[in-house]
């Protein structure tokens, strides 16, 4: 089974409606992120949390929200979706740890979520 | 000025060729750094850290240059399974870990 999962997988919805994506994670990690892809703009940090009650800004946090139900459990919402929030969208976790002089830090993404909207 | 910056290719090699990608970044306080290699309409997977002192695994070779704020890897004798876009990852300090993503670079290796 995957460790980190998103539903649903491929969303088609019109404008100004309601979306939630959502993302589950068996890793026991405590950091979760949102992002969206774009093609030529590579990946751009939507939310992110560090744990169960904390929630940040990412870089282009505008027209989102985020929910951490509890540590395995963060769901993006689009509240009124518009075109140019069509896009390949991903969520991730990570644990820290220090190995040596460097971190360890790495993210674990889910396979996507491929929204368009109409 | 993008704070990350890659070629974004395609690069077209023959199997058995040996390649290279290059990555610059504009943030000097930056801390750590990354390649992750994503497969078309697949997630990114962390393909390896890039240490000062450069490192290797297998047929990958990562260096950094703080000096001049790049980062490059070397893949030698491809596989057409190393066909991929290679995504250059870096983090800041003091940033949590929160990483800045290049646009990537794509491969293609043909027989």
């Known amino acids: 089974d995957a460790d980190v999962t998103q539903t649903p997988r491929n969303r088609i919805t019109k404008t100004g409606k309601r979306i939630m994506l959502e993302c589950s994670q068996t890793k026991g990690h405590d950091r979760m992120y949102w992002y969206r892809q774009d093609p030529g703009l590579g990946l751009r940090l939507i939310y992110y949390s560090f744990d169960v009650k904390d929630i940040n800004k990412g870089e282009i946090s505008d027209g989102y929200s985020v929910s951490r139900q509890a540590q395995a459990k963060f769901s993006l919402s689009l509240e009124s979706a518009i075109p140019n929030q069509t896009a390949l969208y991903f969520c991730a976790t990570s644990d820290f740890g220090v190995a040596g002089a460097s971190s360890t830090d790495t993210q674990y993404f889910g396979p996507g979520t491929r929204l368009t909207v109409l | 000025r993008k704070e990350v910056e890659q070629d974004p290719g395609p690069f077209n090699v023959p199997e058995g060729a040996t390649v290279a990608f290059n990555c610059t970044y504009s943030n000097s306080a930056s801390q750590s750094f990354f390649w992750y290699r994503q497969d078309c309409r697949k997630e990114p997977k962390l393909l390896m850290s890039?240490?000062?002192s450069g490192n290797e695994d297998g047929r990958f070779t990562a260096q950094l240059n703080r000096a001049s704020q790049y980062i490059s890897l070397l893949i030698r004798d491809s596989k057409l399974s190393d066909s991929a876009t290679y995504l250059c990852v870096v983090k800041l300090t003091g940033g949590g870990n929160k990483l800045t993503f290049g646009t990537g670079t794509q491969l293609k290796v043909e027989l």
């Open positions: 890039v240490y000062s």
